[in-house]
T-cell receptor
Framework: GAVVSQHPSWVICKSGTSVKIECRSL??????MFWYRQFPKQSLMLMAT?????????EQGVEKDKFLINHASLTLSTLTVTSAHPEDSSFYIC???????????FGPGTRLTVL | QKEVEQNSGPLSVPEGAIASLNCTYS??????FFWYRQYSGKSPELIMS????GDKEDGRFTAQLNKASQYVSLLIRDSQPSDSATYLC???????????FGSGTQLTVLP
């Protein structure tokens, strides 16, 4: 149980385009999902907390107009990187929490490369 | 500011030995503690969770929690080369939904 999927697993795009990443909880409902970014050899950085049916909560320094988050259902959250630039190239990982203690389970991640 | 501290390593142990990974946290009201394993280029995988003082064992893994000392550890017995990864300590405080992660300890198990 507690499986989280992400799509796509990798994407290469040109600078200035927008990229959408999907995160799905496959066998449970998640009222809360999280989006992280991780640069090579660095730790996870929480970008935002995605709440089903309401606006996402962004961490300090994360541009909400650039990283659009939609949590339209209890099993799906999407992250759209708008007008992507090479500095947005990173490993984007979502997670979903479930259970009595709100354990977080991570998706496999999406590797974004912006040319 | 809530902090979670881990030795970055790298920590090297021979195959078959016990690997000991340590983590301290600053927020005294922290209630839930997690260990994640992250292989290079992959996303984190939850391997242990612990919520009360003492030891919790799952196969070759033992998590130890001491809330008075604000310390949580992970022991890996009979270490295998496949255990080579970065181990992330994560802490959840009170009603917060987010986890606070340490920077991770890189473990290498030498065959």
């Amino acid at each position: 149980g507690a499986v989280v999927s992400q799509h796509p697993s990798w994407v290469i795009c040109k600078s200035g385009t927008s990229v959408k990443i999907e995160c799905r909880s496959l066998d449970f409902q998640a009222t809360t999902m999280f989006w992280y970014r991780q640069f090579p050899k660095q730790s996870l950085m929480l970008m935002a907390t995605s709440n089903e049916g309401s606006k996402a909560t962004y961490e300090q320094g994360v541009e909400k107009d650039k990283f659009l988050i939609n949590h339209a259902s209890l099993t799906l959250s999407t992250l759209t990187v708008t007008s992507a630039h090479p500095e947005d190239s990173s490993f984007y990982i979502c997670s979903a929490s479930t259970g009595l203690y709100n354990e977080q389970f991570f998706g496999p991640g999406t590797r974004l490369t912006v040319l | 500011q809530k902090e979670v501290e881990q030795n970055s390593g790298p920590l090297s142990v021979p195959e078959g030995a016990i690997a000991s990974l340590n983590c301290t946290y600053s927020d005294r009201v922290s209630q839930s503690f997690f260990w994640y394993r992250q292989y290079s280029g992959k996303s984190p995988e939850l391997i242990m969770s612990i919520y009360s003082n003492g030891d919790k064992e799952d196969g070759r893994f033992t998590a130890q929690l001491n809330k008075a000392s604000q310390y949580v550890s992970l022991l890996i017995r009979d270490s295998q080369p496949s255990d080579s990864a970065t181990y992330l300590c994560a802490v959840k405080s009170g009603s917060a939904r987010q986890l606070t992660f340490g920077s991770g300890t890189q473990l290498t198990v030498l065959p």
